[in-house]
């Protein structure tokens, strides 16, 4: 039984730190293929403003240990830089339909 | 009907390339006629004065303004440093012909570099063609020698030459033009949403400007930054205020931008620098 006891804290722990060790590079596999698609938008001029801010938020938030507001910022950003390329493509035809004439 | 049909696509895609790549001419012809007929009671010269143009009620308080003009100090300042040698011991006027009173040259086609040079790109290369370190280029010092060369050529007409037998200077016009009228950023919109179609509307409590006259004001001493900046400073603000990210002061979006942009506004007068709420 105190074997038992004692053993509880080490499992734990050592869960902990497993899942921390994975989680860690969950964030930095995540956070790069994010950066990655910013620079991706920006290199065609459509990164949008607040993109960078999210991606420094969540490398806070992730030092701070909160991997959940992490990892939904970092999801944040993507979704933007995607969108902004999209916006890119989208706009190739139809910013001429704007044009006064 | 084979051949009506290849005739047809034919003329369709004659009409689409005309419609996309006008020349800068025709562009100019039906911009300004936008404007002139959306605002038919605004003179024609009054667009230099932006929203004054159309805003009766701001344009009281901003005549009140004028009288004590918030950009004087600016101007002084500008004098000064102009005619302060370099530790070479030449200056500006080195570089700057008629006193630095040049305005109506800039921004140009400069056809052997292939890019667009302006007033403020013009200032720092003289400086460091003299061993002085560039200015920042949104505001401060570089602002205050752009307000008093402005100042110094008040009257001189916009007339922005774009080489049409240059193809490089026409790419450099249509990127401009396209960037105007792209929509980016998070809000989706184009500068043309809100300063062609959009001109004379209310956005919160301002009212937005005509296009037409943007760039003939600059430097413009804004009350909201407490202080006198550059053109490149306010497109950068247009832009994040759509939620896009901005561009580099004087990198080459924004230079093509200015390009475009004071071309849509040949014939008017450059008159600043200006005052702005
Ligand atoms: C969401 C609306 C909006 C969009 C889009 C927008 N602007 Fe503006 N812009 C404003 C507002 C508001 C002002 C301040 C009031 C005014 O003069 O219209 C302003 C002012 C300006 C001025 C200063 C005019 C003056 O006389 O002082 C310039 C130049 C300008 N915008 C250029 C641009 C350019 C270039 C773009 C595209 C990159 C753009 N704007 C996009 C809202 C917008």
Redesign the pocket.
């Known amino acids: 039984m105190l074997k038992k006891l004692i053993s509880l804290p080490i499992a734990a722990a050592f869960l902990v730190s497993c899942a921390s060790v994975s989680s860690n590079d969950d964030f930095n596999a995540a956070w790069e293929a994010a950066d990655a698609k910013r620079k991706e938008a920006a290199a065609v001029g459509y990164e949008w403003r607040d993109t960078k801010k999210f991606l420094k938020k969540a490398k806070a938030e992730h030092e701070a240990g909160n991997t959940e507001a992490a990892m939904k910022l970092v999801a944040k950003a993507h979704e933007e830089a995607e969108d902004g390329i999209a916006q890119h493509a989208r706009e190739a035809e139809l910013w001429a339909s704007r044009v006064l004439k | 009907m084979r051949m009506f049909l290849v005739a047809l696509a034919a003329t369709a895609m004659a009409i689409g390339g005309l419609a996309t790549h006008a020349d800068p001419e025709t562009d100019r012809i039906a911009f300004q006629k936008y404007y002139t007929t959306k605002f038919p009671s605004v003179p024609r010269d009054d667009f230099q004065?932006?929203?004054y143009s159309i805003d009766k009620v701001s344009r009281e308080e901003w005549m009140e303004i004028e009288e004590f003009p918030p950009y004087e100090l600016a101007i002084d300042a500008g004098r000064d440093q102009f005619e302060t040698p370099f530790a070479n011991g030449k200056s500006y006027s080195d570089c700057f012909e008629n006193d630095g009173a040049v305005r109506g040259q800039y921004p140009y086609w400069d056809a052997e570099r292939k890019e667009v040079i302006t007033l403020e790109l013009a200032i720092n290369e003289c400086r460091e063609a003299n061993g002085e370190k560039p200015l920042k280029y949104q505001k401060g010092k570089i602002a205050e020698l752009s307000a008093y060369m402005s100042f110094m050529s008040r009257g001189q007409k916009v007339n922005v030459v774009i080489p049409t037998d240059d193809p490089d200077a026409l790419a450099a016009y249509a990127r401009g033009k396209e960037?105007?009228y792209r929509k980016?950023?998070q809000?989706n919109?184009?500068?043309?949403?809100?300063?062609g179609s959009?001109?004379g509307n209310r956005?919160r409590s301002?009212?937005?400007?005509p296009?037409y006259?943007?760039?003939t004001?600059?430097p413009?001493y804004?009350s909201k930054w407490g202080a006198i900046g550059t053109?490149h400073r306010?497109?950068g603000?247009?832009?994040r205020?759509?939620r896009?990210a901005s561009f580099k002061p004087q990198g080459r979006e924004y230079r093509e931008?200015e390009f475009f942009?004071t071309y849509m506004s040949n014939g008017l007068e450059f008159n600043g620098p200006?005052a702005?709420?």
């Open positions: 004065n932006g929203i960037f105007y980016r950023g809000l919109f184009a500068c043309i949403d809100c300063h959009g001109s956005v301002e009212m937005l400007s296009a006259g943007h760039p004001g600059w413009v804004r053109i306010r497109f603000g247009c832009n205020q759509v896009a931008l942009l200006s702005r709420r």
